[in-house]
C-alpha cells in the first residue's frame, strides 16, 4: 500500500495541473468573447448618439439597420 505523502505529492502534482489548465481555459474564453464586447460597445456608442427617435427600442432598432 502506498504511503500518505506519495498519495499527497502526486495529489499536488494533479491538482496543479488542474489549476493551470483551468486558467488557461479562462483566458481563451475570455479572448472569444473580445468581439461580442466590442459590438456591446459599438451598440451603447449608436445609442447614446441616436437623436431622431425617442425610446431604447426605437434606437437599438434604428442602430440595428432600422428595418428594411
Known sequence: MKSI???KS????VL???STSS???ISLSL???EP???WAES???CI???VAYEGLSSKVWSCNGGGE
Do not use: G, P, V
Not at 10 to 13: C, N, Q, S, T, V
Open 16 to 18: 496543479a495541473l488542474l
Open 36 to 38: 461580442l464586447a466590442d
Open 43 to 45: 451598440q451603447n456608442s
Open 5 to 7: 505523502d506519495e498519495i
Open 48 to 50: 447614446k448618439r441616436t
Open 10 to 13: 502526486h495529489l499536488f502534482l
Open 31 to 33: 479572448r472569444s468573447i
Open 23 to 25: 486558467l488557461i481555459s
